[in-house]
C-alpha cells in the first residue's frame, strides 16, 4: 500500500509555470506507475500526464508539450512540471498510483489516490 501527498499548487499569471510534486510513503514505490489527474469545477476528472513503472512517459494531448513527468525512485517522488501556463489549466491536481507496470489513462485504473492541490491560473 501506498499513501500520497501532493504539494506545489498555488496562483500563478498566464504563460508562467509551476511544480508539483507527488510524496509517497509506504513500500516499493518503484512498484508503481504514478500518473497526475486534474478536476476543474463542475468537470469530469482527466488524465494529464503519467510515468510508468520503467519510466515511460505517456500524456494526455491537451498537454503535450507543456506538462512533464518525472519520478525519483529514490526520493519516493513523483514530478509534474507545467509550464505556458493557461487559465484553462485551473484545477484540482491529483496525483494517483497503480500497482504494476503501467495504469493506463483512466482513474479507474489507479488505487492509490492523494488529496489534490489547487492550481489557479488567472489571465
Not at 64 to 88: C, W
Amino acid at each position: 500500500q501506498v499513501q500520497l501527498v501532493e504539494s506545489g499548487g498555488g496562483l500563478v499569471q498566464a504563460g508562467g509555470s509551476l511544480r508539483l510534486s507527488c510524496a509517497a510513503s509506504g513500500r516499493a514505490f518503484s512498484s508503481y506507475a504514478v500518473a497526475w489527474f486534474r478536476q476543474a469545477p463542475g468537470k469530469e476528472r482527466e488524465f494529464v500526464r503519467g510515468i510508468s513503472r520503467s519510466g515511460s512517459t505517456y500524456y494526455a494531448d491537451s498537454v503535450k508539450g507543456r506538462f512533464t513527468i518525472s519520478r525519483d525512485n529514490a526520493k519516493n517522488s513523483v514530478s509534474l512540471q507545467l509550464n505556458s501556463l493557461k487559465p484553462e489549466d485551473t484545477a484540482v491536481y491529483y496525483c494517483a498510483a497503480y500497482l504494476g507496470l503501467y495504469g493506463g489513462t483512466s482513474s479507474d485504473d489507479y488505487n492509490y489516490w492523494g488529496q489534490g492541490t489547487q492550481v489557479t491560473v488567472s489571465s
